[in-house]
C-alpha cells in the first residue's frame, strides 16, 4: 500500500507564498506506476475541490481559480510532490489534500492546513 505525508502549511499574509510538499512511500512503492499527482482543498463545510495534477508526462493541469499562481511539480525520484503557491488569496484558505494515483488506486494524504489573513 502506498502513505502520503502533506507538509509545509501555515499562516501567510495575503499576496504571500507557500510550497507544500506530499512524500509518498509504501511497502511495495515503485514510482514508474504512478499515473496522476494531484492536489485538492476542502473547507469545512464544503465539498472538496480540485487544485491541481500533473501526468506521467510531466504535463500539468489547474483549477480555473489558481491558474498563474499555483504551479505542481515532483522531484526527479517521482516520490514527491510540491505545490508551489504565490500570491495567495484569503479565498485560497483550506486543508490542502495531494491524491497520487498509484498503479489500481487512489491514495490520500491526511492534508495540511494553509491559512491566508487579510
Known amino acids: 500500500q502506498v502513505q502520503l505525508v502533506e507538509s509545509g502549511g501555515g499562516l501567510v499574509q495575503a499576496g504571500g507564498s507557500l510550497r507544500l510538499s506530499c512524500v509518498a512511500s509504501?511497502?511495495?512503492?515503485?514510482?514508474?506506476?504512478?499515473?496522476?499527482m494531484g492536489w485538492y482543498r476542502q473547507v469545512p463545510g464544503k465539498q472538496r475541490e480540485y487544485v491541481a495534477s500533473?501526468?506521467?508526462?510531466?504535463?500539468?493541469n489547474y483549477a480555473d481559480a489558481v491558474s498563474g499562481r499555483f504551479f505542481i511539480s515532483t522531484n526527479n525520484a517521482r516520490d514527491v510532490a510540491f505545490l508551489q503557491m504565490n500570491s495567495l488569496k484569503p479565498e485560497d484558505t483550506a486543508v490542502y489534500y495531494c491524491k497520487f494515483a498509484y498503479g489500481a488506486s487512489d491514495f490520500w494524504g491526511r492534508g495540511t492546513q494553509v491559512t491566508v489573513s487579510s
Open positions: 509504501g511497502t511495495i512503492f515503485n514510482s514508474n506506476s504512478i499515473r496522476l
Open positions: 500533473i501526468i506521467s508526462s510531466g504535463r500539468t
